[in-house]
């Protein structure tokens, strides 16, 4: 059974830095490109980054500069570094995979940044 598990949101202040991690379980993490979403209230699902197996990456331009994702096999998680942080990037982030025909999701962790 496929787990992901994300943790390190929180309240953070204009500017500030918060480093959100998702573990998974259940599948051979090393062969998965692994992305980040986010959403906040009244907005579609936006994708922030994607990381792929060889460690490509790759982060949508309202991030860019800002965050940066990263993975740790060994572990078995993915990570995103997030600097400079905007009242705007307040939302639920969630980690994704999509293996074959099933997309598996964690359950989101809460980014608020205050002004």
């Known amino acids: 059974q496929v787990q992901l598990v994300e943790s390190g949101g929180g309240l953070v202040q204009t500017g500030g830095s918060l480093r959100l991690s998702c573990a998974a379980s259940g599948l051979i993490f090393s062969a998965y490109t692994m992305r980040w979403y986010r959403q906040a209230p009244g907005k579609q699902r936006e994708l922030v980054a994607t990381i792929t197996r060889s460690g490509n990456t790759i982060c949508a331009d309202s991030v860019k500069g800002r965050f940066t994702i990263s993975r740790d096999n060994a572990k078995s998680t993915v990570y995103l570094q997030m600097n400079s942080l905007k009242p705007e990037d307040t939302a639920v982030y969630s980690c994704?995979?999509?293996?074959?025909?099933?997309?598996?999701w964690g359950q989101g962790t809460q980014v608020t940044v205050t002004s």
């Open positions: 994704n995979c999509n293996a074959g025909f099933l997309s598996y």
